[in-house]
């Protein structure tokens, strides 16, 4: 009895760095199916990665069995799809929620509403000043509004302070910000105690517009920066899949019965060197009138005979058992024209530039040469930085800005008190 597809589904995975390490390590995990609510002679029928986002892959994977009705309506897929997820999790791998991935897009809207209230606190508190007469009241309303806005419009810096604080590592750019927000209060605090009529635009400028004009520009450097490398991502990504040809999604392949692909499989494996290239060919021939059915190029395995034509790009690394033609494999090796006997290699990649071949497959697609540089193109960002390791620019901002915090406080203290000793 054949088997069937009784599951297939994809999910993404980042903290892979390599084909030959990590990438073997997902398939070894994925291909162990114990411990998940499946039929005792399933078996996974192809697995295949792609490359979603920087450092991140997608992995697709088919499971199939002879047992008929198993997950049919699809649903025991999230069970399987768990527990397939969970094999990762065991080795350190990270599974990424696709919806993580959009809250990258949607993360925009915090900075910009900041922005946006920033801009229109700044105009509220101009239209105040220029409407109203200087009074205490006043001071008090536009006082009011720079310390509500500003802790609105920083409040992500505010609570990281807050949170690094109780840990004790206050060496980082949100605790600067913080320390120049609060600096920035108590400059306001202080003119709205001492001088409680704001009677010049400087004053105002200076005691309530400045403070919400430098949290903008905070939010704005810090969009500036999300659209920076939200860019550098999306053009790493689309220079990684422009490097190789677009593969189509479906190839005929030969439909082979399996103790005939078994038998084909250990005749490819060996030639001996006294039998020509046309008599070790004959049984794979003979393999050749079989009918040809449309197949994926993930569901590609070792074994196969496929055909690719003219134009098309060879979706998985294979041996020619049929035909001669020439191969554009010039992204691979470097070398744009390389004619193609029988039994010659070819990476998959290569465009067939003559006419339509029959290959065998040597790698199915996961382990073929194209994906191993995918994998190691689009590998997970190393941690090149370690907590302990701050800049010293950090650290001497942080402590100009405790400095100052300390001296607009002292300063004006010790002035009142040498006015009184000469007066």
């Not at 649903?75 to 993580?100: C, M, P, R, V, W």
């Not at 205490?136 to 802790?151: D, I, M, P, R, Y």
């Not at 020509?276 to 049984?283: D, G, K, Q, R």
Request: hydrophobic share 40%; with cysteine; aromatic share 6%.
């Amino acid at each position: 009895m054949p088997k069937n597809i009784i599951f297939h589904g994809s999910f993404l995975v980042s903290g892979i760095m390599c084909h030959a390490g990590c990438g073997s390590l997902v398939k070894t995990a994925l291909s162990d199916l114990s411990g998940i609510e499946l039929p005792s002679d399933a078996e996974v029928h192809s697995i295949d990665a792609q490359p979603k986002t920087l450092g991140i892959h997608e992995i697709s994977i088919s499971i199939q069995s002879k047992q008929e009705g198993f997950n049919q309506s699809g649903e025991k897929n999230k069970t399987i799809l768990a527990g397939l997820t969970s094999k990762l999790t065991e080795y350190g791998f990270q599974i990424i929620d696709e919806k993580n991935l959009e809250s990258e897009d949607e993360s925009k809207w915090p900075n910009r509403i900041n922005i946006l209230v920033n801009l229109v606190a700044m105009l509220g508190i101009l239209v105040l000043s220029l409407s109203y007469p200087p009074s205490l009241l006043l001071t008090v309303a536009l006082t009011a509004v720079t310390t509500l806005t500003t802790a609105f419009t920083g409040r992500n810096y505010l609570s990281t302070f807050l949170h690094n604080l109780r840990n004790k590592k206050i060496n980082d750019m949100s605790s600067t910000i913080s320390l120049g927000w609060l600096l920035s209060l108590t400059h306001t605090f202080y003119h709205s105690v001492t001088m409680p009529l704001a009677s010049s635009f400087s004053m105002v400028f200076m005691s309530f517009i400045m403070p919400v004009m430098l949290i903008a520009m905070v939010n704005g450097m810090d969009e500036i920066k999300r659209l920076v490398l939200q860019k550098s991502k999306t053009i790493h990504l689309k220079g990684m899949k422009s490097l190789f040809p677009q593969m189509a999604e479906e190839y005929l392949c030969h439909e082979i019965p399996p103790d005939a692909q078994e038998k084909l499989m250990s005749v490819m494996e060996t030639q001996p060197s006294d039998v020509s290239v046309e008599e070790f060919l004959i049984p794979v021939q003979t393999l050749l009138s079989s009918d040809k059915v449309k197949r994926s190029k993930q569901s590609l395995q070792k074994g196969m005979l496929i055909q690719v034509n003219a134009g098309d790009c060879f979706p998985v690394d294979c041996t020619l058992v049929q035909g001669s033609t020439l191969v554009d494999a010039s992204l691979l090796t470097g070398e744009p024209q390389q004619p193609k006997q029988l039994l010659d290699t070819i990476p998959a990649g290569a465009i067939n530039l003559g006419q339509a071949v029959t290959v065998y497959v040597t790698n199915d697609s996961y382990n073929s040469t194209v994906n191993r540089l995918l994998f190691r193109s689009n590998r997970a960002p190393e941690k090149t930085t370690s907590p302990d390791d701050t800049t010293k620019f950090t650290s001497l901002y942080t402590s100009l800005i405790m400095v100052s915090i300390v001296a607009s406080i002292i300063t004006p203290l010790s002035l009142e008190y040498s006015l009184s000793l000469w007066f």
